[in-house]
C-alpha cells in the first residue's frame, strides 16, 4: 500500500497562486507515477496533472501554462504549482499514486483525503 498526505490548499483570489504538496510513504516501488486530480461540487473528478518517475509529465488542457507538476524522488514528494488561478479551479484536490504503462495512459491505484483549494474574491 502506498498512503498520500496532501497539504496546501486553501483561498486565494484570482490571479494568486497556491501550491499544494503530497508525501507519499509506503511501498513506492509498486508505483512509476504521482498525479493530483481535482472534483468541483457536482462535477466529476478530473485529471489535472501527472509525472512518471522518469520526468514525464501531463496535463489537462485546462490548466496548461498555468499549472506545474514536480517531483522530489529523495523525499517521495509531489507538488503542484498553481499560478493564474481563476474560479473554475475551485476544487477538492487529490494525489494519487500508480502506474503509466507503455500506452501512456496513468491508472491511479491510491488516492489522498483531499484538500480544498477555493478560489473567490
Known amino acids: 500500500q502506498v498512503q498520500l498526505v496532501e497539504s496546501g490548499g486553501g483561498l486565494v483570489q484570482p490571479g494568486g497562486s497556491l501550491t499544494l504538496s503530497c508525501a507519499a510513504s509506503?511501498?513506492?516501488?509498486?508505483?512509476?507515477?504521482m498525479g493530483w486530480f481535482r472534483q468541483a461540487s457536482g462535477k466529476q473528478r478530473e485529471l489535472v496533472a501527472h509525472i512518471t518517475f522518469d520526468g514525464s509529465t501531463n496535463y489537462a488542457d485546462s490548466v496548461k501554462g498555468r499549472f506545474t507538476i514536480s517531483r522530489d524522488g529523495a523525499k517521495n514528494m509531489v507538488y503542484l504549482q498553481m499560478n493564474r488561478l481563476k474560479p473554475e479551479d475551485t476544487a477538492v484536490y487529490y494525489c494519487?499514486?500508480?502506474?503509466?504503462?507503455?500506452?501512456?495512459?496513468?491508472?491511479?491505484?491510491?488516492w489522498g483525503q483531499g484538500t480544498q483549494v477555493t478560489v473567490s474574491s
Open positions: 509506503g511501498s513506492i516501488s509498486t508505483i512509476n507515477t
Open positions: 494519487t499514486a500508480g502506474m503509466t504503462y507503455y500506452s501512456g495512459t496513468y491508472y491511479p491505484e491510491h
